[in-house]
């Protein structure tokens, strides 16, 4: 069974520009959720979608936002980048169950310049 | 609120001794606890999980933690280290009651191992 997909792999933006991230989860898998790795915060929660719903959110500005789309696939967006934003973005799906592990993708790397 | 310690930002063994990293936890419900690897420029990997039942949880690569209620830790071992397994490891909870994808990590302790 394929894995977690993300693209791109690597994004060079310009403060203020906007950018759009991709993930492709496991199949079978309906949650899709999205988290922040820098080396000072750590991982940090960003939202989780399921049935392209949102049902939970972290503590991050509205400039990051998502979607889910009907194959369970998701977006995630940042508009008005910030240096700040560099990191790397991961993406993990799962069953949905709270004992469901998430299987991560190999994230995105995104330098804000 | 949930919230975990991992004790040591990294941690450096030689090669065939012991592997410990430690980690704590704090949950007002008994939460489903998790250990993650990260190799560099990589995603996160799970090495293995409790949720319930027999508290020594046995994962993948030879690695095994214990789940001590009492102490609120959730230990990972391994009996002799690898060159492999030198990567930066992850402990996660969730809360059990729900049937989120939220996760809350420690802040990660970098596992060196020398030759």
């Known amino acids: 069974k394929a894995g977690v997909t993300q693209t791109p792999r690597y994004l060079i933006k310009t403060r203020g520009q906007q950018v759009t991230l991709s993930c492709s989860p496991i199949?079978?898998?309906?949650?899709v959720s999205w988290y922040q790795q820098t080396p000072g915060q750590g991982l940090q929660f960003l939202f989780e979608?399921?049935?392209?719903?949102?049902?939970n959110k972290g503590n991050f500005p509205g400039r990051f936002s998502g979607r889910q789309f009907s194959n369970s696939r998701s977006e995630m967006n940042v508009s008005t980048l910030e240096l700040g934003d560099s990191a790397l973005y991961l993406c993990?799906?799962?069953?949905?169950?709270?004992?469901?592990?998430?299987?991560f993708g190999n994230g995105t790397r995104l330098t804000v310049t | 609120a949930q919230s975990v310690t991992q004790l040591g930002s990294h941690v450096s063994v030689s090669e065939g001794a012991l592997v410990l990293l430690r980690c704590n936890y704090s949950?007002?419900?008994?939460?489903?606890l998790f250990w993650y690897v990260q190799y560099p420029n990589q995603g996160l990997q799970l090495l293995l999980k409790?949720?319930?039942?027999?508290?020594l949880v046995k994962g993948i690569n030879g690695f095994e933690a214990e789940f001590k209620k009492s102490e609120t830790s959730f230990h990972l071992t391994k009996p002799s280290a690898h060159m492999s397994d030198a990567a930066e490891y992850f402990c996660?909870?969730?809360?059990?009651?729900?049937?989120?994808?939220?996760?809350?990590f420690g802040q990660g302790t970098t596992l060196q191992v020398k030759p």
């Open positions: 996660a909870v969730s809360v059990r009651s729900s049937n989120t994808g939220k996760l809350i």
């Open positions: 993990a799906s799962s069953l949905a169950s709270g004992d469901s592990p998430l299987h």
């Open positions: 949950s007002s419900v008994p939460p489903y």
């Open positions: 409790y949720t319930t039942g027999a508290t």
């Open positions: 199949s079978g898998h309906r949650s």
């Open positions: 979608y399921f049935s392209e719903t949102q049902r």
